[in-house]
T-cell receptor
Framework: KQEVTQIPAALSVPEGENLVLNCSFT??????LQWFRQDPGKGLTSLLL?????REQTSGRLNASLDKSSGRSTLYIAASQPGDSATYLC??????????????FGTGTRLLVSP | EAQVTQNPRYLITVTGKKLTVTCSQN?????MSWYRQDPGLGLRQIYY???????DKGDVPEGYKVSRKEKRNFPLILESPSPNQTSLYFC???????????FGPGTRLTVL
């Protein structure tokens, strides 16, 4: 059974710092890995999607890497801003027991960027 | 605007009173799914649908039903809600199961 772990559970940094969020998964047989952002009381916003054949994806100040063989992904946020404060979730897509794809989520890292 | 909508956004009900949470997407996506989010447990998949009339159980399907009669709609039905179904529910859709998923705004359900 796929398990996804995110470390740390919470992170507090001053504005301007570069930071790294970690995600690990137990089963390397994945189709892709997706990073989401969730603001309090809101839905999830997709940030980056990395296919299993890719090593990284970049969008603006965000860079996500994937090492499928070791079951790890990192989300790098450059020059953090207070507006980056949110919970960041990673999710892996794999095959369920019935053959269909399914998404398994980590429990998230709650990020607070202070001015 | 491409989006996933859910209704209602907030609902307080009592044990045993049947309810339906609607989900609709306007992106012509084939894959839709329901998740519940609970503190310390993260998001867990309840049911998913690969296409019209094709649905399957996720990790926590007990106490829930779904139907997919139209491509755009995927309602979640609680026939006899219980307090342990108090949670934040999200509907999501994607072109296919392994593509980028788009989430609705969430439905906060409280069962007394």
């Amino acid at each position: 059974k796929q398990e996804v772990t995110q470390i740390p559970a919470a992170l507090s940094v001053p504005e301007g710092e570069n930071l790294v969020l970690n995600c690990s998964f137990t089963d390397s047989a994945i189709y892709n890995l997706q990073w989401f952002r969730q603001d309090p009381g809101k839905g999830l916003t997709s940030l980056l999607l990395i296919q299993s054949s890719q090593r990284e994806q970049t969008s603006g100040r965000l860079n996500a890497s994937l090492d499928k063989s070791s079951g790890r992904s990192t989300l790098y946020i450059a020059a953090s801003q207070p507006g980056d404060s949110a919970t960041y979730l990673c999710a892996v897509s794999g095959r369920s027991n019935t053959g269909f794809q399914k998404l398994v989520f980590g429990t998230g890292t709650r990020l607070l960027v202070s001015p | 605007e491409a989006q996933v909508t859910q209704n209602p956004r907030y609902l307080i009900t009592v044990t045993g009173k049947k309810l339906t949470v609607t989900c609709s997407q306007n992106m012509n996506h084939e894959y839709m799914s329901w998740y519940r989010q609970d503190p310390g447990l993260g998001l867990r998949q309840i049911y998913y649908s690969m296409n019209v009339e094709v649905t399957d159980k996720g990790d926590v399907p007990e106490g829930y039903k779904v139907s997919r009669k139209e491509k755009r709609n995927f309602p979640l039905i609680l026939e006899s809600p219980s307090p342990n179904q108090t949670s934040l529910y999200f509907c999501a859709s994607s072109v296919a199961g392994d593509n980028e998923q788009f989430f609705g705004p969430g439905t906060r359900l409280t069962v007394l």
